[in-house]
Nanobody, 119 residues
Framework: QVQLVESGGGLVQAGGSLRLSCAASGRIFSINGMGWYRQAPGKQRELVAAITSGGSTNYTDSVKGRFTISRDNAKNTVYLQMNSLKPEDTAVYYC?????????????WGQGTQVTVSS
């Protein structure tokens, strides 16, 4: 069974840091782009950061300079280091990856991990 499993969420005070991890497991032949999305209550899910298989990254403007996305291809894992957290970063964070499990690449989602930043 192919899946993405996230970890690392929690409660932190404003100004603090958290590191999210997302590991892909199962019968996977290749991984293309990977990314992190978030969804706050009453809001649409938004892209936070993404990284290509070659390591190119992009970020939404609100997290630039504070968040860093990285990946370990040997471990099929993507990370999101979040520093200088703000209350407005509070959301459920979802991992996303394009996984090659057969002939084609297909998008997969993690189950989500809650990040709560208190003021």
């Amino acid at each position: 069974q192919v899946q993405l499993v996230e970890s690392g969420g929690g409660l932190v005070q404003a100004g603090g840091s958290l590191r999210l991890s997302c590991a892909a497991s199962g019968r996977i032949f290749s991984i293309n782009g990977m990314g992190w999305y978030r969804q706050a209550p009453g809001k649409q899910r938004e892209l936070v950061a993404a990284i290509t298989s070659g390591g190119s990254t992009n970020y939404t403007d609100s997290v630039k300079g504070r968040f860093t996305i990285s990946r370990d291809n040997a471990k099929n894992t993507v990370y999101l280091q979040m520093n200088s957290l703000k209350p407005e970063d509070t959301a459920v964070y979802y991992c996303n990856a394009d996984l090659g499990t057969g002939k084609y690449l297909s998008p997969y989602w993690g189950q989500g991990t809650q990040v709560t930043v208190s003021s």
